[in-house]
């Protein structure tokens, strides 16, 4: 099974309005990280916003929140007031295990392709 | 944010060369990863380390090898090249408890 699911190949927004990138993940432990990066066309990959499963509100990071719903593993990226520098594949990730453990490895997603038109 | 370095930016190599990716920090992160990513598509863990002499293959199975001798440079090797390498290879690193992975810019190899 996948353990982060991002089912929008393509998204497309207009410039100035905001947009809700999803991504749902499966996992068994009680702790555990969920991450999104942003990757241009360029190639690197830029970190976005962190989320602890065992923060209580709702990261934020300048125009980009995570809107995390545990009951429903979901961890949805939400971009404000959308620029045409935005246009990206965005890339859902996940690290199991409690902060400061043994596993740092990150599961990625396959990835959201964000098109923002003027 | 981690200073992480990447040579070379693209790379076009003939098939059975021999070739090292480079890898290199400056912000004395203990934990390293190299991962391949063909276009368009996910990520996948090749190699890992979590310190000086110490490296781990990751989830993808791959015929590259990788090498921790200092905390900052974590090179990647490919005894002899062949085009199902060709790909793109990402290295990063973390440090802290939250695991935040930092890229270099990758490097972009064909193998002709």
């Known amino acids: 099974a996948q353990k982060i699911t991002q089912t929008q190949p393509g998204m497309f927004v207009q410039e100035k309005e905001a947009v809700t990138l999803d991504c749902t993940y499966d996992t068994s432990d009680q702790s555990y990280g969920l991450f999104w990066y942003k990757q241009p066309s360029s190639g690197e990959m830029i970190f976005l916003i962190y989320?602890?499963?065992?923060?209580?509100q709702n990261a934020t990071e300048g125009r980009y929140s995570l809107n995390f719903q545990k009951a429903r593993k979901s961890a949805n990226l939400v971009i404000s007031a959308s620029q045409l520098g935005d246009s990206a594949m965005y890339f859902c990730?996940?690290?199991?295990?409690?902060?400061?453990?043994?596993?740092?490895?990150?599961?990625f997603g396959k990835g959201t392709l964000l098109t923002v038109n003027p | 944010e981690a200073d992480i370095y990447q040579t070379p930016r693209y790379l076009v190599i003939g098939t059975g060369k021999k070739i090292t990716l480079e890898c290199s920090q400056t912000?004395?992160?203990?934990?390293m990863y190299w991962y391949q990513q063909d276009p368009g598509m996910e990520l996948h863990l090749i190699h890992y380390s979590y310190g000086v002499n110490s490296t781990e293959k990751g989830d993808l199975s791959s015929e590259s090898t990788v090498s921790r001798i200092r905390t900052e440079h974590f090179p990647l090797t490919l005894e002899s090249a062949r085009p199902s390498h060709t790909s793109q290879y990402l290295c990063a690193s973390s440090e802290g408890n939250q695991g935040i992975q930092y890229f270099g810019a990758g490097t972009r190899l064909s193998v002709l």
């Open positions: 989320q602890g499963s065992y923060d209580e």
């Open positions: 990730a996940m690290r199991e295990g409690y902060s400061g453990g043994s596993n740092y490895k990150l599961t």
């Open positions: 912000m004395g992160h203990d934990k």
